[in-house]
C-alpha cells in the first residue's frame, strides 16, 4: 500500500518562539512537503527573522529547505516589531540555538522563489502558510494574479474576532479589565494584522482567493495553551516511550532529553515567562503559528461551528480596519483607535468565504508536535 503525497507548501513566517514550532511541523510531519521560507519583519526585524529561521532549520536537521528574505518593512507604514514578546533578538532566551549553517538565499526576490516553488506543483495542489504580517503574501499576489487559481489554499495566522467568537482566555494588561481586549497588540487588533493592515486588507479583499483562505486568529490559538503539563510532554514524550538504553525519557538512569527538545523547552520556557508577565496568562503562552500548519493536516480536528464539529461549515467574510491612529507607541497602542482590527461577518449557508475554526482537537495536536520533535532528534543521531 502507498503511502499518500505529502501536502507541498511554501511557509512565510517572521520566526520567533511560535514560529519556531510551525516550522518544526512543516519540516518534521510526514504529511507535509515544505517547499521553502521566505522570511518577513515581525517578531524582530528582518535580518533577525531570518537568522532565527536558519538556526531553526540547522537545529532540524532541515537546512536542504532554502530560505529566502522577504520585506523588511510594510509598503507605507513604519516598522513595527514584538520585543516585549519575543526579546531583541526575535528567539530570546535559549542559549542551545545553534549558528545558522547555511546562508540565506538571494539569488532571486522571495515572492519570485515562491511563485516558482509553487507553481511548479501541480494545480490544486500547494498551500501557502503566512505567520507573520501580510506583506509578502500581498506583494506575492499583486504582481503574479494567476497564483490565486493555482494553489490549494492560503492559511494564515492573524487577527481576532471577539464579541464572544470564543470562550478563549485573552489575558489583560495593566490597567484593563478581562472583558475590554481580544487584540494583543491593542485592545482591538492582533499584531500580524495591525503592522500591515493595508496588505491584509488586500489579501482579504481578493474574493477568489477567500474561499481558499483559513485564518487562525487569537479566538482559536488562546485555546491551544503550553501548559505546564503540555512543556512536560514534548520534553519527555507524552507516553514516556522507552529510550535506547530501555529507561524512559526523564527516568533515572535514562539518558535524558536530547538538546532538540531542550531547545524548544527553553523557547516555551521564554514565552510563558513574557506572556505571563505582560498579558497575565499564569496557565501557559498560546502558541498560535503551528495551528496555521495545522490547517493543512486531514483528520486533525478543527471546529468551524460553535462548540461542536457538526452542522454546516462556516465562512465568514474578513475585513481589517486600516483607518485611525496607528504607531508602536503606547499611547497609540492604548488608545481607542480600531486601527488593523479584523473584522468578520456571517456568511449565509452556501456562501463561500473564509474558513474561520473555532476550536481545536488541542490533545492531538500536542501529541502531533512531540512526535515531531522524535522525528527531529532521531535525525541528530
Not at 327 to 354: M, P, Y
Amino acid at each position: 500500500m502507498t503511502s499518500p503525497t505529502p501536502i507541498p507548501l511554501w511557509l512565510d513566517l517572521d520566526t520567533g518562539h511560535d514560529d519556531a514550532f510551525a516550522l518544526l511541523l512543516a519540516a518534521h510531519n510526514p504529511v507535509l512537503y515544505l517547499l521553502g521560507c521566505s522570511t518577513v519583519y515581525g517578531n524582530a526585524p528582518l535580518s533577525h527573522t531570518t537568522s532565527n529561521t536558519l538556526s531553526i532549520l540547522t537545529a532540524l536537521h532541515r537546512t536542504d529547505i532554502p530560505v529566502y528574505p522577504g520585506a523588511s518593512k510594510p509598503f507605507c507604514r513604519a516598522e513595527a516589531s514584538a520585543a516585549d514578546i519575543h526579546g531583541e533578538s526575535g528567539l530570546d532566551g535559549t542559549t542551545l540555538l545553534p549558528a545558522p549553517a547555511v546562508d540565506a538565499k538571494t539569488d532571486v526576490p522571495a515572492v519570485e522563489a515562491m511563485y516558482t516553488a509553487l507553481m511548479v506543483q501541480p494545480k490544486g495542489a500547494a498551500w501557502i502558510v503566512a505567520t507573520g504580517c501580510l506583506t509578502n503574501i500581498a506583494l506575492l499576489f499583486a504582481i503574479h494574479p494567476d497564483l490565486v487559481d493555482h494553489i490549494a489554499g492560503l492559511s494564515i495566522m492573524g487577527g481576532a474576532v471577539g464579541d464572544g467568537f470564543t470562550d478563549a482566555p485573552m489575558g489583560t494588561v495593566k490597567g484593563e479589565s478581562e472583558d475590554q481586549r481580544f487584540g494583543n497588540w491593542t485592545r482591538w487588533a492582533e499584531f500580524n494584522i495591525y503592522i500591515d493592515p493595508e496588505s491584509a486588507a488586500a489579501v482579504f479583499s481578493n474574493p477568489i482567493l477567500a474561499k481558499k483562505t483559513t485564518l487562525v486568529t487569537l479566538d482559536l490559538t488562546h485555546q491551544f495553551l503550553a501548559t505546564k503539563e503540555v512543556q512536560e510532554g514534548l520534553v519527555h514524550g507524552f507516553d514516556r516511550n522507552p529510550e535506547p538504553d530501555g529507561k524512559a525519557v526523564g527516568e533515572e538512569g535514562a539518558s535524558g532529553p536530547s538538546n532538540t527538545r531542550k531547545l524548544f523547552l527553553e523557547i516555551l520556557t521564554f514565552f510563558a515567562k513574557t506572556y505571563a508577565e505582560v498579558f497575565g496568562l499564569t496557565a501557559g503562552p498560546p502558541l498560535h503559528d503551528p495551528l496555521a500548519v495545522a490547517a493543512l493536516l486531514p483528520g486533525l480536528l478543527f471546529y468551524t461551528t460553535t462548540g461542536t464539529a457538526e452542522g454546516e461549515e462556516e465562512r465568514f467574510e474578513v475585513s481589517v480596519v486600516t483607518e485611525g491612529e496607528h504607531g508602536a507607541e503606547s499611547h497609540v497602542r492604548n488608545g481607542g483607535s480600531q486601527c488593523g482590527r479584523t473584522v468578520v461577518r456571517k456568511l449565509d449557508q452556501g456562501e463561500e468565504g473564509v474558513r474561520v475554526p473555532r476550536g481545536v482537537d488541542g490533545e492531538n495536536m500536542w501529541k502531533v508536535l512531540e512526535g515531531c520533535l522524535g522525528s527531529a532528534e532521531a535525525q541528530s543521531r
